[in-house]
């Protein structure tokens, strides 16, 4: 009987982290684009940058709030930044998993 539980518990285990993992992922890959487009688009203008970056949000099929992706240049810096919520699906429940992507990167001109 202790087998049977163990088994179903590290079933639940990995099937909760094959849910976690892919949202985990895309949010460190949404970081690391948003990294780029701030190092190598510092003088672009904003709304270019923004768009860019919701273009990579949809290519990532990660939920989509165009209010919410902000795009501000000030002090020498390029802020960039995303709040969204993925549900995550746990059998018996949902679970909502929140992230907030942000970027602050200096502006270099070269």
């Known amino acids: 009987m202790g087998c049977i539980f163990w088994l179903v518990l ?12 892919p949202a985990k992922m895309n949010a460190a890959e949404l970081e690391k684009f948003m990294t780029g487009q701030a190092e190598q688009n510092g003088e672009a203008p904003l709304e270019k940058i923004r768009e ?47 992230f907030n992507v942000a970027v602050d990167r200096p502006i270099f001109i070269i």
Do not use: C, H
């Open 52 to 98: 860019n970056v919701i273009r990579r949000i949809q290519d990532l099929n990660l939920p989509l709030e165009r209010s919410a992706v902000k795009v501000e240049r000030g002090g020498g810096r390029l802020k960039i930044s995303y709040p969204y919520t993925v549900p995550i699906n746990l059998v018996v429940t949902t679970w909502d998993m929140e």
């Open 10 to 21: 590290v079933g639940f285990g990995a099937y909760v982290a094959l849910q976690i993992i």
